[in-house]
């Protein structure tokens, strides 16, 4: 159980930007770290339920962001969630990098303290790729959050302890960020693009 994570998106018409962060999900499932994805979606009209079916995610219908990032949270079955915005897509190394993470802070008995994010990064062919990760670097360097566009990778202990995302928040995501804070999260070498028309 606490070696696989259940992988959460909340959605609202995000059919284009949907698909590329379920592909990148299918080597982590092929590995058995995914156990499953879960499809937190506010009243789409486009093709997104669809989407989410062939690809066989559960699929929740919510009347908010923050309410319905808790409610898959609470559903999860794996001892360990990802939470990703539709348009987020981590790179190649993703899975080994999780796997390690995941193993070391359940070895260390850190599963309360220790977070973890993607490193942010651009997509190939962007004209301010170095400007983009540099800014981020620096970033990292003066303690800033992270953005909501990275991930979050965390135990459901530290999620439940924290009372998870808000249904009051405008910017749920953001918001719990802020609670897990910048000391327990660390960013891992394996970056994720957001690509356009994502946060």
Not at 78 to 106: H, N, S
Not at 155 to 183: F, I, N, W
Request: aromatic content about 6%; proline content about 5%; glycine content about 8%.
């Amino acid at each position: 159980m606490y070696l696989t994570i259940s992988v959460v998106i909340a959605t609202h018409n995000s059919e284009r930007l949907l698909v590329p962060t379920l592909a990148a999900l299918v080597p982590g499932a092929l590995a058995g770290l995914v156990s499953e994805v879960i499809i937190a979606d506010m009243g789409s009209t486009d093709a997104t339920a669809q989407i989410a079916e062939e690809a066989g995610c559960k699929f929740l219908q919510v009347t908010s962001k923050g309410a319905g990032l808790y409610a898959a949270a609470k559903a999860a079955r794996a001892g360990w969630l990802m939470f990703l915005e539709p348009g987020t897509v981590p790179d190649a190394i993703w899975v080994d990098e999780v796997g390690r993470f995941i193993e070391a802070v359940q070895a260390a008995g850190t599963m309360k303290t220790k977070a973890a994010v993607f490193r942010r990064t651009t997509p190939i062919g962007s004209n301010l790729p170095l400007m983009r990760e540099a800014i981020c670097f620096i970033a990292s360097l003066l303690a800033a959050l992270p953005d909501p566009a990275q991930g979050l990778l965390v135990s459901k202990v530290l999620y439940d302890e924290l009372g998870g995302h808000s249904a009051e928040q405008t910017d749920p995501e953001r918001a719990m960020l802020r609670r897990v804070g910048r000391r327990r999260i660390v960013a891992l070498r394996s970056g994720a693009v957001a690509l356009s028309g994502a946060r």
